[in-house]
């Protein structure tokens, strides 16, 4: 199983920024795909995840109605578009992968088996 993510950087407050991330390897039942992000000294959180069948979308309480997250079923592929970044968002952005995950699960990293390598970003106020 391998996790490509692609996008991250350095931008300003108030900018947008896309991150996605391919999927190869992996069997697509009963999968959750999920963005979880990690600040320097602060617990891995969840950002937000699809379940891939049916779509159920998931959002982290912080990123909720700035960040949006969509699925490509071809291209085994999900795009994180996230607007109104603040300095708070900066972290390391990581794409993980879970199986058979519920609703009361699908915000805890602990509940996915693979992960990407991660990808920077960094908002400047």
């Known amino acids: 199983v391998q996790l490509q993510a692609s996008g991250g950087g350095l931008v300003q407050a108030g900018d947008s920024l896309s991150l996605s991330c391919a999927a190869s390897g992996v069997t697509f039942t009963d999968v959750t795909m999920a963005w979880f992000r990690q600040a320097p000294g602060k617990e891995r959180e969840f950002v937000a995840g699809?379940?891939?069948?049916?779509?159920?979308?998931y959002y982290g309480d912080s990123v909720k109605g700035r960040f949006t997250l969509s699925r490509d079923i071809a291209k085994k592929t999900v795009t994180l578009r996230m607007s109104s970044l603040r300095p708070e968002d900066t972290a390391v952005y990581y794409c993980?992968?879970?199986?058979?995950?519920?609703?009361?699960?699908?915000?805890?990293?602990?509940?996915?088996?693979?992960w990407g390598q991660g990808t920077q970003v960094t908002v400047s106020s």
């Open positions: 699809v379940r891939w069948s049916g779509g159920n979308l």
């Open positions: 993980a992968v879970g199986f058979r995950l519920i609703a009361s699960t699908v915000r805890s990293p602990n509940r996915y088996t693979y």
